[in-house]
């Protein structure tokens, strides 16, 4: 009789194994086997980590083998089950894999086909065609869209962490608690001393060195010591936290009642304001214009507004839209509209690990009304819902393709402006994705024609448009796709948002916001109307309390920490693809990735302010935290 090799691998993670029957059948294109209890003997199989092999003899030959099924069934206790995959030895020697990378929960099955990529015209047989509709309908069953905010991207369908369909939870919700991972931050900073004062000011800025932890972080040092410099203020612009607003001025505004005159002693370069340009304000009497030349005081307060307000910005539409909730929006769209078979769900899953996860545990604790944003943030309270709601509006698809938006700019010459590390090594790394991607679309789609006539892709790029973009055409985002050239785009943009441009936005906060006055996220007294009349004492009585102050602290230590299990850019433990040809434009992805990284550390060399974010070696490749 026949008889089949079947090795079974369980995931790593906690709670990974089981202790529950599991049976195997094989279905093949001459017949299917009864269900083989997988169980050796005196021996506990399924353990976290596991790989188990066992002899499975069939009655009679099954032909080509199309699936595997794999039913888990209740021993004592309920008993969740990661299977990474299984392979399959034939009697005639084959070796066939089947990826899964899933969660079995309760009395569950699973039905696998195996690990080649297929689009749709290439199943021909009525079992894979009928596999493939039934998982599209049962994952969109399970992934639905809904509005949490009006003019907001849709967002999942699910109130807390642990209404999530199982295969896109955290492994361990506890290391991404928002409430835990706070207080754990003020424990480890040593700042819960300071909570009983919630309400009362700093003494002067040395005593925000009190909740300033000295570690091997030579940037945020280096921000409290030159934080009131303008070079460090201007630097800021360019390659701290948000390096997305700074925008090349060909003109004077027309409402700017600025003279070269007023600003003369500034102008380092001896050109004029107007070769210069500074940035627009509405005159008023009650809204003077500060100057670097006007008192030490007032300039410095005019500077510390600015940076509350950047950060605003960057935390708010940067940070949370321009990144959570797109990649968020992509991952959605992904599991209701393309099967595990399909190539583009196969490159683009680890790209969208955990992030429906972390946004549904932002808007449980973070975001949502008497969250924590709403403690810390001067935007809280609502602010941050607004500012968002604006915010879309402005949100493009040219804008996430980081070439344009760094032309649109006008930051793209080199020559003109030297030091936008943030530009140059963005657009490395974006040639490096771009040319991975459009490797992957030349492996399956041999021209335009395949490309139009994928409907499950089509689907895909529509659900994007009209539900995560609202079908809003202002945003420019295509509702469908017709080029190989445009595929690759689109699948840049998609890895590029939630790896680098995340990375470039996130992985800095401690960086540059741990020194609460470069960085004050609420300001207890509204901006000057006089010039003359500010002091050191006002500003501190401006600046946050000691308790917002340590709730600040806390969360951009948290934001800034990568996991323990972190899974940077061009690494793929899971292996979906089993295609040699993808295999080796993964390695070459990686090769050009490494290469990335040797340019960014030589550039770096003695530098006191080096630019990391943007290296591949620090860029996850979702977003996840």
């Known amino acids: 009789m026949p008889s089949y090799t079947v090795t079974v691998a369980t995931g790593s993670q906690w709670f990974a194994g089981t202790d529950d029957y599991i049976y195997l059948s094989l279905v093949g294109s001459a017949g299917c086997s009864e269900k083989h209890l997988l169980d050796k003997a005196f021996y506990n199989d399924f353990e976290r980590g596991a790989v188990d092999s066992y002899e499975v003899t069939v009655d009679e030959e099954l032909g080509e083998i199309q699936l595997v099924k794999i039913e888990k069934r ?12 299984i392979t399959l030895k ?21 039905v696998l086909r195996d690990g080649r990529a297929k689009l749709a015209r290439d199943d021909q047989i009525h079992i894979l065609k009928q596999h493939r509709r039934k998982e599209l309908e049962t994952r969109q069953k399970q992934y639905r869209w809904m509005e949490w905010n009006p003019g907001f991207p849709l967002s999942i369908d699910a109130k807390c962490h642990k209404d999530l369909p199982r295969d896109i939870q955290f492994d361990s919700e506890k290391g991404v608690d928002f409430v835990l991972n706070y207080s754990k931050a003020m ?41 009131q410099e303008d070079l460090m203020f201007g630097y800021q612009f360019l390659n701290g936290c948000n390096p997305v607003l700074i925008r090349r001025c060909t003109e004077l505004p027309q409402k700017l009642p600025v003279t070269t005159e007023m600003v003369e002693c500034s102008l380092e370069r001896q050109l004029s304001l107007e070769q210069e340009v ?20 007032d300039w410095l ?8 307000s950047d950060f605003h910005v960057h935390q708010t539409i940067t940070h949370l839209l321009r990144t959570h909730l797109v990649s968020e929006v992509f991952g959605i769209a992904l599991y209701r509209q393309l099967p595990a078979v399909h190539p583009i769900f196969k490159l683009l899953v680890a790209h969208v690990r955990f992030t429906i996860a972390i946004n549904t545990k932002a808007r449980e604790q973070l975001i949502c009304e008497y969250g924590l944003f709403d403690k810390a943030n001067a935007t809280g309270g609502g602010g941050h819902v607004q500012m968002v709601q604006r915010a879309v509006q402005d949100l493009t698809y040219s804008s996430l393709c980081f070439p344009e938006a760094i032309k649109a700019r006008g930051m793209d010459s080199t020559k003109d402006i030297p030091y936008y590390f943030y530009r140059d090594d963005g657009l490395l790394v974006w040639e490096a994705i771009q040319t991975f991607t459009a490797e992957v679309v030349g492996i399956y789609y041999e021209d335009d024609q395949v490309v139009e006539e994928d409907q499950e892709l089509q689907d895909f790029v529509k659900d994007v448009y009209v539900y995560g973009m609202r079908g809003r055409k202002a945003s420019g985002f295509p509702k469908s796709i017709k080029s190989r050239e445009k595929l690759s785009e689109y699948l840049t943009v998609v890895i590029f948002t939630a790896s680098a441009q995340h990375a470039a936005v996130n992985f800095g906060q401690y960086d540059w916001c ?28 401006t600046l946050p309390d000691r308790g917002r102050s340590c709730w600040h602290l806390g969360a951009v230590w948290a934001l800034s920490q990568f996991q323990d299990s972190e899974l940077f850019l061009g690494m793929y433990p899971e292996e979906h693809f089993i295609e040699k040809p993808v295999k080796e434009a993964m390695t070459r992805f990686r090769k050009n990735l490494e290469a990335i990284v040797s340019v960014i550390a030589e550039r770096n060399k003695n530098k006191k302010l080096p630019y990391y974010y943007l290296s591949p070696d620090r860029i996850p490749n979702s977003v996840a935290i």
């Not at 307060?301 to 509350?308: D, G, N, P, Y």
């Open 278 to 297: 500074q940035l627009n304000q509405t005159p008023g009497e009650e809204n003077p214009i500060f100057l670097p030349s006007d008192a030490k005081y």
């Open 90 to 110: 034939t009697p005639h020697g084959d070796y066939i894999e089947f990826p899964c990378y899933r969660w079995i929960t309760g009395e569950g099955e699973i």
């Open 187 to 227: 424990e480890n900073l040593f700042i819960n001393r300071f909570m009983h004062m919630f309400q009362s000011s700093w003494s002067d800025f040395a005593d925000f060195e009190k909740i300033f932890v000295k570690i091997s972080n030579t940037i945020s040092e280096r921000v409290m010591n030159h934080w």
């Open 301 to 308: 307060l005019a500077k510390i507004w600015v940076r509350s």
């Open 74 to 85: 209740k021993y004592w206790l309920h008993d969740d089950w990661y299977l990474r995959y």
């Open 514 to 541: 741990s020194w609460i006055p470069n960085a004050p996220p609420t300001m207890r007294a509204p901006p000057p109307t006089a010039k003359g009349v500010v002091t050191i004492e006002q500003i501190v009585d």
